[in-house]
């Protein structure tokens, strides 16, 4: 098979009638090769599923992950806004590969933004509207769940290297890990994204694409609540000054997925919550921690959090924002 690359690129496109005037090469996460490809007439991306993850300890992952996402992306332009997902121009499955429309011009990475400090909480109620609508068009169908297994993906993606990796830095805490992780298996109710984070939002002022939906399976919604709420507050206490303005946009998000699902879910917020100590202590301890955290003091700091929330968790995600993040 050829693994793609800036290079091979141009003579592969060709073979399958594209003109390419420019190959660019994209972020991709620590789990793909990702091509920005710009024609005469259009602009589209090009991804490849990777073997072994680009992060320092072991990290291997079924290549056929990326089919999953074609078929994900197919169903969900169905369900979703015009423009909330891409289209599908053509999958290789040869080559664990395909390509798909992308964003507008000039669209950024929501975390670029949050990152910047530039903080709306209109973009957190629209994802939450998005995911949302996953949920309710997905819910208990079992249809859904025949065609979007993904459990094993998912196993290898998050629960491996967020939970298990983590569990065992912190063998005081195995028993909460092993209960977070059953109780998690047995809410397996819709469609869940698995990756539901700020890098995988593309935005163009008032317009926002989700992308990347290579862990999608059917399992636990509140591991995709908790995995976004987590990215927002952990950026919290790297810029404390601007703390206010992720923590509103938590809330924003919060509240409009609440208002949205309605009786829906009764569970979630407390489900939430139990997720969201586990992911933030993964993100200093697990196989993927977030790579802009590097004091270590700020570290012990966040570990110190993190392990509150596991023992001693609020009643709910109002509960834990109200006293985010001492």
Not at 107 to 125: D, H, I, N
Not at 218 to 241: I, Q, T, Y
Not at 264 to 275: D, F, I, P
Request: charged share 25%; with cysteine; proline share 5%.
């Amino acid at each position: 098979m050829l693994e793609l690359n800036t290079s091979n690129a141009l003579s592969y496109l060709a073979a399958r009638g594209y003109r390419p005037s420019k190959i660019v090469p994209l972020g991709g996460g620590v789990s793909n090769t990702v091509l920005l490809v710009e024609t005469d007439s259009e602009r589209f991306v090009l991804k490849q599923s990777l073997a072994k993850l680009r992060v320092e300890a072991d990290w291997f992952s079924d290549r056929e992950r990326i089919f999953g996402e074609c078929a994900a992306i197919r169903e969900l332009i169905a369900c979703l806004p015009a423009g909330a997902v891409p289209r599908v121009l053509f999958e290789d499955r040869e080559n664990f590969a395909f390509a798909m429309t992308a964003a507008p011009e000039g669209a950024q990475p929501w975390k670029s933004l949050l990152m910047s400090g530039a903080v709306r909480a209109e973009t957190a109620s629209r994802i939450a509207s998005y995911q949302a609508a996953l949920i309710l068009r997905s819910l208990n169908e079992p249809d859904w769940a025949r065609a979007h297994d993904g459990w094993k993906v998912f196993d290898q993606l998050r629960i491996e290297p967020y939970y298990r990796f983590t569990r065992d830095r912190h063998p005081d805490l195995r028993g909460l890990f092993d209960r977070l992780m059953a109780d998690m298996s047995s809410r397996r109710v819709a469609l869940v994204h698995g990756d539901w984070s700020p890098k995988n939002f593309l935005v163009l002022e008032d317009e926002v694409m989700a992308i990347d939906m290579e862990v999608i399976h059917w399992g636990d919604p509140s591991f995709d609540v908790a995995f976004l709420l987590n990215h927002l507050l952990l950026k919290s206490f790297w810029r404390p000054e601007w703390a206010e303005r992720y923590r509103a946009a938590a809330a924003a998000y919060w509240r409009a997925l609440r208002e949205q699902l309605g009786t829906a879910l009764g569970w979630l917020s407390e489900a939430t919550v139990q997720h969201l100590g586990g992911l933030l202590l993964a993100r200093i301890d697990g196989k993927s921690p977030a790579e802009y955290i590097k004091d270590p003091a700020l570290k012990e700091r966040i570990r110190s959090r993190a392990r509150r929330l596991m023992l001693n968790p609020p009643d709910g995600v109002e509960g834990m924002l109200e006293e985010w993040p001492e």
